[in-house]
């Protein structure tokens, strides 16, 4: 099967195709065969125009993508509005299923680390998105994603294992003391990977189903910050 993952949910983004089979219930058979990075700011220009070449370029149209794996959150609002609004026509077009992954939760992924952990990746403005996993436990899912300030995140990751792709973030992590893991940037062959396995396991979403999750704060606590 090919599966054409996007991330538009930063400043760049990229665009990666991938062929992915099951072997057996224990043996997948996944190569990524190649990543195209997608320069900020011109997102809308580039992505369609992008995934037409670079499909060409491997002897494939859009008629042989089987899925589709893409960052839906947290990120920017035109980013990721974009990378989603090409998604949904594409497989409203092909019939095909689409697999919504956290970037977040694809940083714990790449980190491959279990325990008690939280991703952080920065969100402008002196805030941090931020999810917190207990892997195996909580079988890769997050018991929360949220913003905080730079501050807030300092507090509230003592005692957990940070892991980010942001080397602003992972360099004042250390300084505090925290226990940290720092990434290589994220880029759409991890979102692949993920994407794959959750295609495995049926965590699937139709077009009208994919929605953007831009994690921002509340109006309370929009006021609250304000306040104090």
């Known amino acids: ?18 062929r992915a089979e ?22 809308s220009a580039q992505l369609v125009p992008q995934i037409s070449e670079l499909l060409s370029k491997h002897g494939l149209t859009r008629h042989d993508i089987g899925a589709f794996a893409v960052v839906s959150g947290p990120g920017s609002f035109t980013g990721l509005r974009i990378g989603l609004a090409v998604v949904k026509a594409l497989a409203e077009v092909l019939n095909k299923p689409i697999a919504a992954v956290s970037l977040l939760e694809v940083c714990v992924f790449s980190s491959g680390r279990e325990g008690k952990i ?12 931020v ?8 079988a890769g899912r997050a018991l929360r994603e949220h913003m905080l300030s730079r501050s807030e995140f300092l507090s509230q990751a003592k005692g957990w294992l940070v892991v980010t792709p942001d080397a602003a973030l992972a360099d004042a992590a250390r300084a505090a003391g925290l226990s940290m ?40 606590e929009t006021l609250e910050r304000i306040g104090s």
């Not at 054409?4 to 400043?11: C, M, R, Y």
């Not at 099951?22 to 997102?43: A, C, H, K, N, Y």
């Not at 939280?118 to 998105?129: C, I």
């Open 118 to 129: 939280m991703a952080a990746v920065d969100a402008g403005r002196s805030d941090v998105y």
């Open 22 to 43: 099951r072997r057996s219930t224990q043996d997948d058979d996944f190569e990524v065969i190649e990543i195209v990075p997608l320069m900020g700011g011109t997102f």
């Open 131 to 138: 999810g917190k996993y207990e892997i195996p436990g909580g």
């Open 181 to 220: 893991a720092t990434l290589l940037p994220i880029s759409a062959a991890a979102v692949a990977r993920l994407g794959w396995q959750k295609i495995q396991s049926g965590e699937t979403v139709s077009p009208e189903q994919l929605e953007a999750n831009y994690i921002r704060r509340t109006d309370a």
């Open 1 to 18: 099967m090919i599966l054409l993952a996007i991330d538009t949910s930063g400043k760049q983004g990229s665009i990666a195709v991938a």
